[in-house]
């Protein structure tokens, strides 16, 4: 039944691509925060062998890599596309507790959208290295389904489509914490990764 998405596909990639890199830093899941307010600065970008070792400047812990940008990218259509969904169900939806954590997935993600369009900007060319379109970031007919869904469909339909949509998200940011260099986009995605994996949890136990 589970069928491969871009998301799916990059998630391997990633695994792939980082197969030498660190491992993921394990931590106890948490309901849904924003994310911290851009940063100020520039972030530098690292050559692609910059290791941890060595010569004690923080400016290589601080690079950019492609991969860091590809998952920056990613999740800026991936979080387009969480607010796409919730605007569209929000004025039909009659369970209170699913319109409350619906409201409190489009404030953090807002927030979190805003932050990592402002961190994209920074990453000089390492940002040609993720060349990135964002259609596809969930099935457009799972948003046709939640569009013609009846009123009283409407809350059974937009927990299936949210699921789904959230769980990529937090594979997506579970992958990126083993494979990433910035430790400040790592702990974005850890950050994700928690808010997704409850958000999952709540929307499976909404009754």
């Known amino acids: 039944m589970p069928r491969r998405t871009p998301l799916a596909s990059l998630v391997a990639a990633l695994l792939l691509t980082g197969a030498c890199a660190g491992s993921p830093t394990s931590s106890p899941s948490a309901l849904p925060q924003p994310a911290p307010a851009s940063p100020a600065g520039s972030v530098a970008v690292g050559s692609a062998g910059a ?33 796409q969904i919730v605007r ?5 939806v009659r369970d209170e507790a699913l319109r409350t954590l619906a409201a409190a997935i489009e404030a953090t993600e807002a927030d ?13 060319p390492a940002a040609s290295a993720a060349v990135h ?35 990529s998200a937090a594979d997506l940011a579970r992958s990126q914490v083993g494979v990433g260099r910035n430790e ?4 974005l995605a850890r950050r994700i990764e928690q808010s997704r994996a409850a958000e999952v949890e709540l929307l499976r136990g909404t009754p």
């Open 51 to 83: 290791g941890s070792a060595g010569v004690g400047s923080s400016v290589e812990a601080d690079a950019m890599s492609g991969i860091d940008v590809v998952f920056l990218s990613t999740m800026v259509g991936h979080s387009e596309r969480t607010l």
């Open 88 to 92: 569209l169900a929000r004025d039909r």
């Open 112 to 124: 979190e959208l805003a932050a990592m369009r402002g961190w994209l900007p920074t990453a000089g």
């Open 184 to 187: 400040r986009v790592r702990d």
């Open 133 to 167: 379109h964002h259609a596809g970031h969930g099935d457009d007919a799972a948003l046709d389904r939640l569009r013609t869904a009846p009123d009283a469909d409407v809350d059974r339909v937009l927990r299936e489509v949210l699921a789904d949509h959230q769980r």
